[in-house]
């Protein structure tokens, strides 16, 4: 009866640590909407604020690096100038969650002086809305144990260009698109955005000369520390415990790859 019971929970931990480990398409379109979003309200009011859009690079780099569940930076950030933010927590992985941490550190944030209190951590917010960040990519892992935690989730968010450069404000206020460049000529929810952003001939997979998802080759050496901050993004610790539901987790059963819900029928049938 022990062995039955002991087995059935290493074929939950098993389906768990599938499920959490790769985001739904759901998930990955709620992360770029709600920095969007965010982005959008930002105050005071971005005079110039871009557009983020998702990108499988620094998906695949997050994904990657989320595997080896270390909690501290990628050391390669700097390498490739890719902003991270990290939150951990247990219980049903909720990217809404997480992000709306990161970017309640907006409180203890001042634009105007670019100042953040020695005690508290704004770096999380400040890449969420850093302008020239416009590509994003995240991914999640279930950890078996990470610091004090066990069956816990790392989420990793990259993004590209990177941000935190020193003595630089992620923004400058103004009315918003007041500054847009003539690259980004369209006004669009108080975002700089590119005519025909939308159009499906430019959308993801199209056939472009310049592929907008791709990261450019690891840049030399530079004689510029200015342009790398010393240290990349705070590291954040939101320990979520329980096992409640979360409304838009995004994890529904019908949303996983078809190999995974094959093999939860045979861990299921196994069990039985």
């Not at 062995?3 to 640590?17: G, K």
């Not at 790769?22 to 971005?46: C, F, G, W, Y």
């Not at 990217?95 to 770096?123: I, Q, R, S």
């Not at 993004?233 to 819900?261: C, D, F, R, Y």
Request: proline share 7%; aromatic share 8%.
């Amino acid at each position: 009866m022990y062995w039955n019971v002991a087995l059935r929970s290493t074929w939950l931990w098993v389906i768990l640590s599938l499920a959490a480990g790769h985001l739904t398409e759901q998930e990955k379109s709620t992360i770029v909407d709600m920095h969007n979003e965010l982005r959008s309200k930002v105050q005071p009011s971005a005079a110039f604020m871009q557009k983020v859009v998702w990108d499988e690079t620094l998906h695949l780099l997050a994904e990657a690096y989320a595997a080896k569940c270390i909690w501290d930076h990628n050391p390669q950030l700097k390498e490739f100038r890719m902003g991270e933010n990290l939150f951990l927590g247990t219980g049903p992985f909720n990217a809404t969650k997480a992000m709306m941490d990161w970017f309640g550190e907006h409180v203890d944030y001042d634009l105007e002086t670019n100042n953040c209190p020695e005690d508290k951590m704004c770096g999380h917010y400040t890449q969420m809305v850093w302008t020239d960040s416009n590509k994003i990519g995240c991914a999640a892992h279930f950890c078996d144990k990470l610091l004090d935690l066990e069956k816990a989730t790392l989420f990793v968010c990259n993004y590209y260009p990177q941000e935190n450069i020193e003595e630089q404000k992620p923004y400058e206020s103004g009315v918003p698109c007041s500054r847009c460049p003539d690259t980004l000529p369209v006004c669009e929810d108080n975002m700089c955005v590119v005519e025909d952003l939308f159009h499906p001939s430019e959308g993801p997979g199209a056939d472009d000369t310049e592929d907008p998802s791709a990261l450019p080759e690891r840049p030399r050496m530079t004689t510029e520390p200015a342009a790398v901050p010393e240290e990349p993004t705070q590291v954040h610790v939101k320990i979520e415990t329980g096992m409640e539901s979360e409304a838009n987790h995004g994890s529904e059963m019908e949303s996983v790859s078809a190999p995974l819900v094959m093999l939860v029928w045979l861990l299921v049938a196994l069990v039985l």
